[in-house]
């Protein structure tokens, strides 16, 4: 079960990642949120993450599984959280693509 701190975090992340995008004034489906990363994913955003495959691709069967089951929404939620992590980590590295550690 995700945290409300976790829920909290994350409804700011969206909130800064959606100013970002041109549709700023609604929230994003999970679907949309999946182009939105896989958008990313094209740009090459993520090139130099070995965990992002997985996790896009976690995501994908969360999205199906709700699919079958509506109520299995919470593990869709849980693998943004993921996503958006690995993003953080991204955009917080130096410009230079160094790691900072």
Not at 1 to 26: G, I, P, W
Not at 72 to 97: C, M, N, S
């Amino acid at each position: 079960m995700v945290s409300n701190d976790s829920k909290s975090r994350l409804k700011h992340l969206e909130e800064a990642f959606r100013h970002r995008q041109t549709k700023c004034e609604y929230d994003y489906t999970d679907e949309e949120w999946l182009g939105v990363f896989e958008q990313w994913d094209a740009e090459g955003m993520f090139q130099n993450e070995s965990d992002f495959p997985a996790a896009l691709d976690n995501y994908r069967q969360g999205l199906a599984e709700v699919m079958k089951d509506p109520g299995a929404r919470h593990h869709v939620t849980k693998r943004r959280v993921e996503l958006f992590l690995i993003a953080i980590r991204v955009a917080q590295r130096p410009a230079d693509g160094s790691s900072s550690k």
